[in-house]
């Protein structure tokens, strides 16, 4: 049976607790002043700096806190004590900085899909062997109080496995789940929960045909592409935030057609007011407005470093530049050469499963083309998109 994040929670909190140890501005996160400033002085405790003052965090309770005991949980002091550090120190989980092991009993209970560890050591070891293999970068949504001793942070995980040589992206999305040890207020349990499965319970056979059906080829060429963060990564599709970006634009006649491709390649080819060429990026788009296919563009997506004003005039009206505004979009992707009533039914499963988890799909969609049409067709990578209203990551 699934497990449920109240079954796991509750196991959390009944465990014993451990002996004392002596011991989304812009689209990927940056570190914050905060965290510069831990990072320059790495020889001394990290965690002290925010655990204390005084040295000994349970000290730092106020009388009403002793009054009551530590029996009822973390003040609201200590608990956003501990969501800033972690807001600071996790963004360093996989650079040459690293976590900060004060912060931690020697005896951690972690536990993810397909790992588990009972020591600082095993925890740490864990963390440099996907250094070492998979090249992880880490971003970090969301850090909140959800127990009388425990922590939770929502992130997502984009790492290369470099040992195949297409190094295929995994891209793992969900919650940390984070116990704290009432007698010191140190890290003594970590168990994740992934968005894309329902078993999350160790071992996990599900979790590992997670991981071995994201080492699939999909061919994407080494060109720019719109900037975009995965928050959420389910079974059935992608949640993506999406940066801004400038497209140039031709009406189009059918999802899957080339209508109008000549036009707009004709103008990154030169066919504009200056003659300038301008470089090839990928996907190609087409956009339908409505579920009928009545009004169909094609887009080429244009480099990220250009601006309207910048910008050569069109040559021909058939041609319009204009700016996306980006946001939060719901992706399927699939291989094969796209036909028009594959892509349709892929629009109509997306917006299907959209809808039953109660989001919000606005009218229309994208479809990206990723690759020329002499690709073979089970290298192709190919999405449908769909723009979302009133998103939150929870």
């Not at 925010?50 to 002793?66: F, I, L, N, R």
């Not at 894309?196 to 080492?215: A, P, T």
């Not at 009004?295 to 910008?311: A, E, F, G, R, T």
């Not at 530049?321 to 939060?328: E, N």
Request: charged share 25%; with cysteine.
């Amino acid at each position: 049976m699934a497990t449920t994040t109240t079954s796991l929670r509750s196991r959390l909190l009944i465990l014993p607790p451990s002996p004392a140890s002596p011991a989304v501005a812009s689209l990927r996160l940056r570190p914050s002043a905060a965290t510069l400033c831990l990072s320059s002085r790495r020889q001394s405790p990290r965690f002290a700096a925010w655990a204390s003052p005084p040295a000994v965090p349970a000290a730092a309770a106020t009388e009403e806190d002793k009054e009551k005991g530590r029996g009822e949980g973390l003040s609201p002091a200590e608990a956003e004590r501990l969501a800033e550090f972690l807001r600071a120190d996790l963004p360093h989980l996989f650079d040459d900085l690293g976590i900060d092991r004060t912060a931690y009993d020697d005896r951690v209970r972690f536990r993810d899909p397909i790992t588990r560890h009972d020591t600082i050591d095993g925890y740490l070891f864990n963390i440099r062997l996907l250094k070492l293999l998979f090249r992880p970068d880490f971003y970090l949504h969301s850090v909140k109080q959800t127990g009388p001793y425990e922590l939770t942070t929502r992130w997502t995980m984009v790492m290369k496995f470099m040992l195949l040589p297409w190094k295929p992206e995994l891209v793992f999305t969900g919650l940390s789940i984070m116990g704290v040890n009432p007698q010191n207020l140190k890290f003594n349990s970590h168990v994740d929960l992934w968005d894309s499965i329902q078993n999350n319970e160790y071992f996990s056979f599900e979790g590992l045909s997670d991981v071995f059906k994201q080492l699939r080829i999909y061919k994407t060429p080494e060109i720019e592409t719109p900037k975009y963060l995965i928050l959420k990564k389910t079974a059935n599709y992608e949640i993506r935030s999406y940066a801004p970006f400038l497209i140039v634009e031709s009406k189009g006649d059918k999802l899957t057609g080339s209508s109008g491709f000549n036009n707009v390649t004709g103008y990154i080819f030169g066919k504009n007011a200056s003659s300038e060429k301008i470089p090839m990026t990928t996907p190609v788009f087409t956009r339908t407005s409505d579920d009928k296919v009545s009004d169909v563009s094609i887009q080429i997506v244009l480099p990220m470093n250009k601006d309207l004003d910048s910008l050569p005039a069109p040559n021909t009206e058939a041609v319009t530049l204009r700016k996306v505004d980006g946001g939060i979009a719901a992706v399927k992707k699939f291989s094969g050469r796209p036909k028009e009533e594959v892509v349709l039914q892929k629009e109509k499963d997306l917006r299907s499963q959209l809808l039953k988890d109660g989001l919000k799909p606005q009218q229309g969609c994208l479809l990206a083309r990723y690759n020329d049409p002499r690709t073979q067709s089970f290298l192709m990578r190919n999405e449908v998109l769909i723009w979302l209203d009133d998103f939150t990551l929870e």
